[in-house]
C-alpha cells in the first residue's frame, strides 16, 4: 500500500462528542460491559453479522481483539471506537473504519453496531456524524463506503440520513452464517459532506 501523509497517531487516539453520545478507543475496562451487550444483543446482530461463540466474549478474546485494534491505529490503517452516552457513560454500540487507504484514494469503510437497548434513538446516526467529521476534516480522507444488507431498512435509513449515496449494489458481498449475502454499497465524499453542512 503507498501511503502518503497519513495522519499522526493521535488522530487514530481520539474522544469524538455529537451529542447524545462521545466515542473512544476500547479499552481493557470496557470488556465486561461490552460482552454483556453484545450477548444481550445476539438474537438481534446475528441477523447481519456472523454468530459467535462463547469464546469469542471472553477475556482472552477481547484482549485479543483490542492488540489487533491497536495495531491498526499504530500503523494508520483502522479506527475502532466505542459509543457510549454522553449522560451516564452507558455502553451502546461500536463503530469502525477499517481499510484505510491514502495516496491518491484517501478512502475507508465504515461499520457499526448498536446494542438492542438502545435501537432506533439516534444513537447510531449521531456517532456515525462524529466518524465522518473525524474522518474528512483530521484524517483528511475524500471517500468514505459503507455497506448493508438489502434488507437492513434501519441503515440504509442512517446512510441516507448522514449523507450517503447508493452506488450499487454487490451480489454474495459477505457470508453471514453460512449464506453469502447481497449488500448495498453506499459512499459519501468530502465535497458532498461539505456541501451538506454548508446547507445545513
Not at 438481534?44 to 462463547?54: A, F, V, Y
Not at 492488540?67 to 475502532?80: P, T
Not at 475507508?108 to 438492542?116: D, K, N, R
Request: some cysteine; proline content about 4%.
Amino acid at each position: 500500500m503507498f501511503l502518503s501523509k497519513s495522519p499522526v497517531r493521535s488522530a487514530f487516539d481520539p474522544i469524538l462528542v455529537e451529542d447524545p453520545v462521545f466515542l473512544r478507543s476500547p479499552a481493557a475496562s470496557d470488556h465486561k460491559e461490552w460482552a454483556r451487550l453484545r450477548e444481550l444483543s445476539r438474537p438481534h446482530l446475528i441477523t447481519w453479522e456472523q454468530d459467535w461463540t462463547p469464546e469469542l466474549l471472553s477475556v482472552a478474546s477481547y484482549r485479543r481483539r483490542l492488540r489487533l485494534f491497536e495495531r491498526e491505529a499504530k500503523s494508520a490503517s483502522g479506527l475502532s471506537l466505542f459509543i457510549f452516552l454522553s449522560d451516564d457513560r452507558a455502553l451502546v454500540g461500536g463503530l469502525t473504519l477499517t481499510n484505510i487507504r491514502y495516496g491518491a484514494a484517501r478512502a475507508g469503510t465504515l461499520g457499526y453496531w448498536i446494542g438492542a437497548p438502545y435501537l432506533c434513538k439516534g444513537y447510531g446516526a449521531a456517532a456515525v456524524e462524529a466518524l465522518l467529521a473525524h474522518a474528512i476534516e483530521t484524517l483528511d480522507l475524500n471517500r468514505i463506503e459503507a455497506a448493508c444488507q438489502t434488507g437492513n431498512v434501519a441503515s440504509q435509513r442512517l446512510l441516507t440520513a448522514a449523507g450517503f449515496s447508493r452506488e450499487g449494489s454487490a451480489r454474495d458481498y459477505l457470508k453471514i452464517n453460512a449464506e453469502w449475502c447481497d449488500h448495498d454499497l453506499y459512499a459519501i465524499t468530502a465535497r458532498s459532506y461539505r456541501e451538506r453542512k454548508a446547507s445545513a
